[in-house]
């Protein structure tokens, strides 16, 4: 009996992805529920998994655009799977050195490369490495589903020293075609993912409906700093995470979202008409980098979290980010964000607006410079100095209000002990 891998339904905004990765190999045994295969569509990567354990039967390529819903291959169970397993593990019979055996010459397969094994090739590579005396199957490849392609043989060439195997004599009305320049620039291209299109296409999306504008602070991290010092491992043990300090920016942010709650509403169409939607919770998305690219999952209801639920659940989310488990309902649905540059090193920048939100914060590198201290004092000393940007949409929230909110989130980390009092 054959069953069929079926790409199944993620979401109703998600119509199709990109076969990213098969895990199993063509022809290979799979167990029931194993990860054969990655999609990637512009929000999640999600893992196929074999419906029933046999042999997989591979029918779509890696770096092919497939469908919700298309076949990308079948996995052969019961008897029929076991007689394909027998068959494969029979001895072969080997021809005597002394019996002559006519050998076919082998045929060159749209995507191989002259027998040299299962590799795939465009066209042009097969012919460069037939000329060159090239074994594809060392090759590098960067083109598209893992094919290897032209400048993929040519920078194979000039890395490895491969010599040009001997040429037939050209005809005389044919020129003999130039050989790479030793040392010649190389030119690559590969498709950008789903994930980086959406990411992409949202942000041109901010830039061009939002009246987006950025004002910035700086604030004394001193506080905060003592404070997570004295208390770290205190906090550990209690709690079994480390106390960072996004933490006390989520709080402070919570605190300042409810003075302000335009701040944490959005502009939506109703009826034909922009209306303005407040939320009464806090759903604080925290931008987080993959070597895929920047992913906003979401901590939901932060007013009701604690600084060890914060810290956990930011770990978390963070975690399975890197690792391409988030689901899809994970990153929709935020009503403000936070976004942490200094990590990264930035000094200062100006984050760019998710939609649907109002706002976002944006955290910075905590750099020692000179400011007076005490304010009013006239006197100057050296301090841990964090810039401080927010991102908004001057559709619905005032400047006044916007610089209102930041100072807010400026006093209550400069004084943490504020966040505990709730002023």
Not at 43 to 51: A, G, H, M, N, Y
Not at 170 to 180: D, G, H, N, T
Request: aromatic share 4%.
């Amino acid at each position: 009996m054959t069953v069929e891998i079926v790409i199944p339904s993620v979401g109703e905004s998600v119509t199709s992805g990109v076969l990213s990765r098969w895990s199993v190999k063509d022809g290979a045994a799979v167990n029931k529920d194993d990860v054969v295969a990655e999609l990637e569509t512009d929000k999640v990567t999600l893992e196929i998994r074999s419906p029933e354990a046999g042999t997989l039967t591979q029918r779509a390529k890696e770096g092919d655009t497939v469908p919700i819903g298309a076949v990308v291959g079948t996995v052969l169970v019961g008897a029929a799977a076991a007689a394909t397993t027998a068959k494969a593990a029979e001895p072969v019979t080997v021809a005597k050195a002394a019996d002559p055996v006519a050998v076919p010459a082998p045929v060159a397969a749209a995507v191989g490369h002259n027998g040299q094994g299962d590799v795939r090739a465009t066209p042009l590579a097969q012919k460069l490495a037939a000329e060159r005396g090239v074994d594809l199957s060392k090759v590098p490849a960067t083109g598209a589903g893992g094919r290897v392609r032209e400048q993929d043989v040519l920078g194979f060439i000039e890395s490895r020293g491969a010599a040009p195997a001997p040429a037939a004599k050209a005809p005389a009305s044919v020129a003999p075609a130039a050989s790479a320049p030793a040392g010649g620039r190389r030119v690559t291209r590969e498709r950008m993912t789903p994930l980086r299109q959406r990411i992409a296409g949202r942000l041109v999306q901010a830039q061009h409906t939002a009246a987006m504008l950025t004002t910035f602070n700086e604030c004394d991290m001193s506080g905060v700093m003592e404070l997570r010092k004295h208390y770290k491992e205190d906090f550990e043990k209690k709690h079994g995470i480390g106390l960072g300090f996004m933490s006390f920016f989520v709080k402070a942010a919570v605190a300042a979202l409810k003075a302000f709650p335009l701040v944490n509403a959005s502009i939506i169409e109703e009826g034909g008409q922009p209306a303005i939607e407040k939320h009464d919770y806090c759903d604080i998305a925290v931008a987080v980098g993959t070597p895929k690219g920047l992913v906003v999952p979401v901590l939901r209801n932060c007013e009701a979290l604690s600084f060890a639920a914060i810290e956990s659940g930011i770990k978390d989310l963070a975690t399975r980010a890197k690792d391409g488990k988030l689901g899809l309902e994970e990153m929709q649905g935020g009503t403000f964000t936070i976004t942490n540059g200094g990590i990264y090193g930035s000094l200062m920048s100006t984050p760019i607006l998710n939609p649907p939100q109002s706002a976002i914060l944006g955290m910075h590198s905590i750099k020692n410079r000179a400011i007076e201290h005490p304010v009013g004092s006239g006197q100057v000393a050296i301090r841990p100095m964090m810039y401080l940007a927010l991102s908004y949409d001057h559709r619905i929230i005032d400047g006044a209000e916007a610089v209102q909110f930041l100072v807010r989130i400026k006093n209550a980390i400069e004084d943490p002990q504020r966040l505990l009092l709730e002023i």
